[in-house]
C-alpha cells in the first residue's frame, strides 16, 4: 500500500465513526415525537476524489448529515424505525473493523520493512 491507500483508509475510519455517531443519534430518538432519522453522505464526493486521485481533496472530504426523506413517518412525523437502525449499527460496526485491521495491517508492514 501507498500513502495515498494510508489517507484513504483514515478518512474512511473517521467517516465510518460519524456514520455511527448519526445513527446512535437516531437510536436515541427514536421516540421523539417530529423527530426525523439523518444520515451521513459523503459516498459521491469519496468516489470523485477518488476518480480524480486527489489525495489532498480526499483528505478534506466532510459527511453531510441529511434528513432522510424515503422513510415514512409515523403518525407522531418521526421515521426512525428501530429494527433499520440496529442493523445499520451493526453493518457500520463490522465495517469500521475491517477499517482498523487492514490500518493496523498496514503500519506493521511499514515496521517490517524499517527493520
Request: no cysteine; proline share 3%; hydrophobic share 40%.
Amino acid at each position: 500500500m501507498e500513502n495515498g491507500e494510508t489517507v484513504l483508509l483514515s478518512k474512511l475510519l473517521d467517516l465510518s465513526m460519524q456514520r455511527q455517531q448519526a445513527i446512535a443519534s437516531n437510536i436515541a430518538n427514536a421516540n421523539t415525537p417530529g423527530y426525523l432519522r439523518q444520515k451521513l453522505v459523503f459516498e459521491q464526493t469519496l468516489a470523485q476524489h477518488l476518480e480524480s486521485r486527489d489525495m489532498k481533496g480526499l483528505a478534506a472530504v466532510q459527511g453531510e448529515l441529511q434528513d432522510d426523506m424515503t422513510s415514512p413517518p409515523r403518525a407522531d412525523g418521526n421515521n426512525v424505525q428501530l429494527g433499520n437502525e440496529m442493523n445499520d449499527l451493526v453493518q457500520n460496526s463490522v465495517y469500521h473493523q475491517l477499517l482498523t485491521r487492514a490500518l493496523a495491517t498496514k503500519m506493521r508492514i511499514a515496521r517490517l520493512a524499517m527493520s
